[in-house]
């Protein structure tokens, strides 16, 4: 039975840790002015249009 208790607590963590991570990058995006979030997606666009290889 402690086995189950151990590996509850430890999903429980996870999922806690999970939200914050979350939660964290959240903010961090919510900081970006919208000309930032504009030059972001300009500069994934250009990678993305690049040759592979």
Aim: charge should be positive; proline fraction near 4%; hydrophobic fraction near 45%.
């Amino acid at each position: 039975m402690k086995l189950w208790k151990i590996l509850g607590l430890a999903g429980v963590a996870g999922v806690a840790a999970s939200g914050a991570i979350i939660a964290r990058d959240q903010r961090q995006r919510a900081q970006l002015s919208p000309e930032q979030v504009r030059d972001r997606l300009h500069e994934r666009l250009a990678e993305s249009e690049k040759p592979a290889g």
